[in-house]
């Protein structure tokens, strides 16, 4: 796709897609491009048949007896091992529950219990400000018994050392894309003696992952983006099978018990990944999700990854081509460094992604200047790319992003 400068090119693109018949599997408004599923995954046309059959049928009708009847107990291992097979882990390694933020600290609590006699969570400047604010809080709550240390991307290998407990990365750099090198990272930690935490929130069904095969320890991920579970699905988390059983859980809550319907005042750890549960599960949340990694685990990772590549590599080709010189690219410019997503910067970002938003090309901003275009392979087309630039473009030489309106920042940006 690079050099592609008519829309007749990519159209011829999109006929010659593998995964070209999974986009009518979405409820896509006709009128939008839809450059945002690396924040929120569109809706999967099954969601809304499920939900209705869950509530009327199973919630409705049958009531309580559902969580035996129509497995509702069994979702979280069950959809949990269904995202073990889009991140490269086995079965029982990979259970669902709570949001991303909470199974980070479960993770990372447990982890620093592993690690007698080392102190130091290393992670980058460039990590997603919540696992920062989640390492602080842990922290604070060991009376300063650990510490956090932060170094730029490019610098998290040479920083591991003797002190080090876990290194806690974000896989995909949710402002820029970078790609972490997660085998040699992990190679890395292993050396010294630390232990890693992976967060896969831009990765789960954007990319190939391989937790086992590159010894990864722990990781943690969200159901709403690639894997199109819709707004605060629940969450996932991978422990590796040789640390499931000295883990304990600092949420010691009722359905990561061994027998939570014997009612025993003393906690007893289940056995295996289940202990990390914690309170109830949400049903709701987890049927929906469970149609999104199905739907996912329909395609090819492969083929998900080659497209991806060529939509990234495709657009920031055609910016550059209709748009020379007003934009910085965030992103890495080699496509294997870089995750679902091109980056551009530009100091009246946030303003240029209203107006694209206004013209039903929905994007997002992230401060303090960034432009973020996310590609989601199963219902993004070669033409969507195409049409997004035309817009932007025109939006740069008219200058229409600049009125009041599209200044006046919203709550979520």
């Not at 219902?379 to 599209?406: F, K």
Request: aromatic share 8%.
């Amino acid at each position: 796709m690079p050099g592609m400068t008519t829309r007749r090119d990519c159209a011829a693109q999109d006929l010659a897609d593998p995964l070209a018949g999974f986009r009518d599997r979405f409820a896509l408004p006709p009128e939008v491009v839809y450059l945002d599923g690396n924040s929120l995954g569109a809706l999967p046309r099954r969601t809304a048949g499920r939900l209705a059959e869950l509530v009327q049928t199973e919630w409705g009708r049958d009531l309580i007896t559902s969580w035996n009847q129509h497995g509702w107990i069994d979702l979280p291992s069950r959809v949990g091992d269904k995202i073990a097979r889009l991140i490269g882990a086995g079965p029982g390694e990979v259970v669902v529950a709570d949001s991303t933020s909470v199974n980070l600290f479960k993770l990372l609590s447990s982890a620093l219990d592993l690690q007698h006699g080392r102190s130091v969570v290393l992670s980058d400047h460039g990590n997603f400000p919540t696992d920062l604010y989640v390492a602080h809080g842990l922290i604070g709550l060991r009376g300063g018994a650990a510490a956090l240390r932060l170094v730029e991307e490019e610098q998290v290998i040479e920083a591991i050392d003797a002190e080090t407990a876990i290194v806690m990365l974000t896989h995909v750099n949710y402002r820029t894309g970078r790609l972490h090198d997660m085998a040699a990272v992990t190679a890395a930690a292993h050396r010294h003696g630390a232990l890693v935490l992976w967060d896969l929130a831009h990765s789960a069904g954007a990319l190939p992952v391989a937790l086992d095969m590159v010894g990864a320890d722990f990781a943690v991920g969200c159901g709403y983006k690639y894997l199109n579970g819709g707004p605060g699905a629940p969450a996932f988390l991978f422990i590796a099978r040789r640390h499931q059983a000295a883990i304990r859980p600092p949420l010691s809550g009722w359905m990561g018990h061994a027998a939570p319907f014997a009612f025993d005042l003393d906690y007893r750890p289940a056995a295996g990944i289940a202990r990390n549960l914690c309170g109830t599960p949400a049903i709701l949340g987890l049927a929906a999700l469970e149609v999104g990694v199905d739907l996912m685990l329909e395609a090819d990772l492969g083929a998900l990854r080659a497209k991806s590549v060529a939509l990234g590599a495709g657009f920031a080709a055609l910016v550059e081509q209709s748009c020379p010189g007003r934009f910085e690219l965030a992103s890495p410019r080699d496509p294997a460094a870089r995750g679902s997503q091109i980056s551009l910067r530009h100091p009246q970002g946030y303003a240029i992604i209203q107006a694209l938003i206004a013209r039903g090309v929905i994007a997002d901003f992230r401060a303090p200047d960034i432009m973020r275009f996310g590609f989601a392979p199963l219902y993004l087309r070669h033409v969507d790319i195409w049409d997004a630039v035309a817009q932007l473009a025109d939006i740069m030489q008219s200058g229409a992003w600049d009125t009041p309106d599209y200044h006046r920042r919203t709550a979520v940006t």
